[in-house]
């Protein structure tokens, strides 16, 4: 875009002007002089790059209103973070997975560059009281346990979605909800989609992960699809998630690069799982026998640890069964019913070994 810079600087001689990457602003004190421009800026473009102008990207305002930028909105004496990229930080910050840690330093770093220090500590404190880390979901934020519902609710067939979609609007309304009606929804939903996640999961591991990369490139912003390109090319790697995960893109990708990427990805994964839904079906009917082996187990052992001969007992194995439900519905994991009884056998071994050291 260099020559571009020439352009705007040389030939329309305009004096304030700010580029990063494909997004542009221009500063003028008259707005007839700015609006001028968009011939000689749309035709340089089409010969030179063969490029167009976003038609519902071309904004003009007043400097006291905010410029609406990169993430933040600068007024003329300080920045503030975009509304909508705000929004979505809230609703990111409560996802407690492996990227947890690295997502909020990104977004600590965003706040950095504005007026943000409320939005800082608020967020510290969201993460380290909403989030425990041997969890997914924790289902006493009702916030987060909308958001995961929303998240997955997609999965359902049409007829099925009402009653959540209620709880979730009810949620977001501010209105008085049932936290454990809440959750026990969540579970429900989670339970219920957990065979079309993992097939669609599965898919995205094998064959639709050029897929997945052919569609977020298509769909990112420019600079944004050419950074990715980059990485993978230098990082060899073949799939989007290896890409994410690589050293150089911990580095090279900015706060606001993540949303968009998380943004697009959470818009290709559904984009996908409408269009191979149908091809999927057998995959997903086999996940349903192995969810449906999973709850009746859980149901037994729950019952067993209810009958536990003390207190402690009970408690700890209705703990690892919580957190045994927590990665299966709420994370979409894939887990052997081998693994929970063994599990669940340790633990009531250890506690009865520490009654009897009592």
Known sequence: MNPFDHFVKEQLSIKHYLRYTDDFIFVHENPVQLVSQLPAIRSWLRDEFLLELHPKKIVLRKASQGIDFLGYVTFPFHRVLRTNTKRRMFKRIR??????????????????HCNGYDLDRHIRELRAILCPMDRHLNLHDMVAVADFMESVIDFLPEKDRKPYQQLIDAVRKGEKVSRERLAESAKNIGAVTWASRRALDHFLSTVGAELEWEKLVEEARPATSLLLKRLRRSAGTS?????????????????EQEIEISMLRDEVRYHLWESHREALTPMIEENVVEIEAIKKRLKRLRTQADAASSAATRDRLLDTLSRFEDRLYFGGEAMAIESLDAEVSFDAEDAQGQRGDE
């Open 95 to 112: 996802i407690n997975d492996e990227a947890a840690d690295s997502r909020l330093q990104s977004y600590l770093g965003l706040l950095k």
């Open 239 to 255: 799939t989007l998630e290896e890409t994410l995960k690589s050293t150089d893109a911990q580095y090279a990708i900015g706060p």
